[in-house]
């Protein structure tokens, strides 16, 4: 069974760092792409960077480009999101994906998130 | 961009629900996919490449649609049915995934 479990929100003032993580299980996780997704307060999903198995290719949303940094360490199955420059408009719940493949490019597992908030 | 329609869908238990996604470009059926959202939980994958069935989803589920049109259809609406669905659409070049802002399924 596939599982993931993130870890690392809270809350945090404009300006600040935090690091997210994602602890994945149940499938060989090198071998797929995974995304950071995130979700404000009664608003729709908002993916924000994805990165492929091998940790090579790297893409991000505008919205977070140059703040935020996607990593995987695949010796210990570990997504993780740096993210920096926070801004109120960043909180949000913070969800990890793992890609259905390369074929169909959706996300057919996702983690139950982390909540961010960033407030002074 | 992905909208969605209605916003909210009032409907009560074993009616049929029909839920719009409209793409301001014409896409792939390939890169479609429709989520399922309850309050407190993840999405969760129904429907990908516009029409297949992801692993576990009744058959009372599906997707149609093609170039900027879409559709997911609830045959008979279970109790379990009624939460927020997303289409979600993916584009190449770069690659980015885009949401639908969502249509609400409510008991009547």
């Known amino acids: 069974e596939v599982q993931l479990l993130e870890s690392g929100g809270g809350l945090i003032q404009p300006g600040g760092s935090l690091r997210l993580s994602c602890a994945a299980s149940?499938?060989?996780?090198?071998?797929?792409?995974m995304a950071w997704v995130r979700q404000a307060p009664g608003k729709g999903p908002e993916w924000l960077s994805v990165i492929s198995g091998t940790g090579l290719t790297t893409h991000y949303a505008d919205s977070v480009k140059g703040r935020f940094t996607i990593s995987r360490d695949n010796s210990n199955n570990t997504l993780s999101l740096q993210m920096n420059s926070l801004r109120v408009e960043d909180t949000s719940v913070y969800f990890c994906?793992?890609?259905?493949?390369?074929?169909?490019?959706?996300?057919?597992?996702w983690g139950q998130g982390t909540l961010v908030t960033v407030s002074s | 961009v992905l909208t969605q329609s209605p916003g909210t869908l009032s409907l009560s238990p074993g009616e049929r629900a029909t839920l719009s996604c409209r793409a301001s470009?014409?896409?792939?059926?390939?890169?479609l996919a429709w989520y399922q959202q309850k309050p407190g939980q993840a999405p969760r994958l129904l429907i990908y490449?516009?029409?297949i069935r992801a692993t576990g989803i009744p058959e009372r589920f599906s997707g149609s649609g093609s170039g900027t049109d879409f559709t997911l259809t609830i045959r008979e609406l279970e109790p379990e049915d009624f939460a927020v669905y997303y289409c979600q659409q993916f584009g190449r070049s770069p690659p980015t995934w885009t949401f639908g802002q969502g249509t609400k399924v409510e008991v009547k």
């Open positions: 490449g516009a029409a």
């Open positions: 470009q014409s896409l792939s059926s390939s890169y």
């Open positions: 149940g499938f060989t996780f090198s071998t797929y792409d």
């Open positions: 994906a793992k890609s259905r493949g390369s074929l169909y490019r959706v996300w057919d597992s």
